[in-house]
């Protein structure tokens, strides 16, 4: 049975006093809430350590990632964050691939290979993710797209590293846009990638890997996602920066 996992992805979103509310309310929500899902928020980094010694004096579940993190292990990299640094101030997860990282940072099959290694050997779990962009999915290429960005990437890891990453099927032209894939859209492009890694890891890595959903869920659309066979949780932006929202979602996944 995979555990459902609601992750917010806050972005370049909300200064210090603005987090700590949202964060603050997230606490008080899973403690006067019976929760039985996992709930994660990606928050810029530099917020992440209060967030540990925040979760740890009141005893919360709540999981904390950092939004990406270097390919290198350390050294004269200006600007960059080391896996051991974010691991080291308490997050458990860490988004690798991102598409908006992909696209306006460049970021190579190869340099995200690397960020998984830099993650895992942290002991952070990757949320590895992959999406076709508009282009792809009209001219019908959506497999043949996360098919090379899996095979290049997340596939070459042993099945024991493998087991750690979360993937998380991100349509771009879904993400902030307002547009989200239909349920079906959704529940076919994660069969298909549970597919791919039976193929490469077998039947019971497959059934174990939790495969994320990733594009304007929001309240509205967030049930019928969810109950989605194949969809084992969300990755939700816009939507995780209100309480409310974030909350509404946590509670149609149960
Ligand atoms: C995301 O950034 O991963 C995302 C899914 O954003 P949104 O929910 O705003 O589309």
Redesign the pocket.
């Known amino acids: 049975m995979r555990k459902t996992l609601i992750a917010g ?1 806050w ?1 370049m979103n909300l200064d210090w006093d603005e987090a700590m509310t949202l964060f603050a309310n997230l606490v008080k929500l899973e403690a006067e809430n019976h929760i039985n899902v996992e709930v994660a928020v990606f928050p810029p980094s530099t917020y992440l350590r209060h967030f540990y010694e925040l979760k740890k004096g009141r005893n919360s579940g709540l999981g904390i990632g950092a939004q990406d993190c270097s390919a290198h292990e350390s050294g004269a990299y200006t600007g960059e964050t080391a896996a051991s640094m974010i691991a080291s101030v308490g997050a458990q997860y860490i ?1 690798v691939g ?3 990282r992909r696209e306006y940072h460049n970021e190579s099959n190869h340099s995200l290979s690397d960020k998984v290694i830099q993650a895992l050997k942290y002991g952070l779990s990757p949320v590895f ?1 992959c999406g076709e962009k508009l282009e792809d999915r009209e001219n019908e290429n959506q497999t043949f797209v996360i098919d090379n960005q899996l095979d290049s990437t997340i596939f070459n890891l042993s099945e024991e590293d493998f087991s750690k990453v979360i993937i ?1 099927y ?1 349509p771009v032209w ?5 547009k ?1 894939a239909s349920p079906e859209q959704a529940q076919e492009m994660h069969s298909f990638i549970r597919g791919l890694v039976q193929s490469r890891y077998g039947h019971d890595v497959a059934e174990k890997c939790r495969i994320l959903y ?5 309240p509205s659309n967030a049930k019928e996602l969810l109950s989605q066979p194949d969809v084992d949780g ?7 920066l209100s309480i409310k929202e974030f909350a509404q979602i946590i509670d149609s996944s149960v």
Not at 214 to 218: L, R, T
């Open positions: 992805n972005k988004l991102h598409s908006e993710c998380a991100e879904a993400i902030g846009t307002g989200t990733g594009g304007s869920m929001k969300g990755l939700i932006g816009g939507a995780s």
